[in-house]
Nanobody
Framework: QVQLVESGGGSVQPGGSLRLSCTASGNVFSVNNANWHRQAPGKQRELVAAITWTDSTDYADSVKGRFTISRDNAKKTVYLQMDSLKPEDTAVYYC????????????????WGQGTQVTVSS
């Protein structure tokens, strides 16, 4: 069984920083492409940042220059460094990743974490 667990959420004042982590556990062979999404109350889930297995990255326009996605393959963890946070960044943040398990390294499946709350307020 594979699990993705997010951590690092919390409350912060505008202009502050948080670092989210998304760690894969279980029979993981490799974490391939991975993404961070967010969903604010009453809004659709949106893609915030993406990283490929070759470390190419991409960002939503709303977070470019403020958020940085990265990965540590040895720790099977994907990070989202969030700086210069704004109230409009308030949302539940979810990671998802395409993971190859040790059961069969020819394939990958998509997994989602349970989400972590980020609140930006003065």
């Amino acid at each position: 069984q594979v699990q993705l667990v997010e951590s690092g959420g919390g409350s912060v004042q505008p202009g502050g920083s948080l670092r989210l982590s998304c760690t894969a556990s279980g029979n993981v062979f490799s974490v391939n492409n991975a993404n961070w999404h967010r969903q604010a109350p009453g809004k659709q889930r949106e893609l915030v940042a993406a990283i490929t297995w070759t470390d190419s990255t991409d960002y939503a326009d709303s977070v470019k220059g403020r958020f940085t996605i990265s990965r540590d393959n040895a720790k099977k963890t994907v990070y989202l460094q969030m700086d210069s946070l704004k109230p409009e960044d308030t949302a539940v943040y979810y990671c998802n990743a395409f993971i190859t398990t040790t059961d069969d390294i020819r394939y990958q499946d998509e997994y989602w974490g349970q989400g972590t709350q980020v609140t930006v307020s003065s």
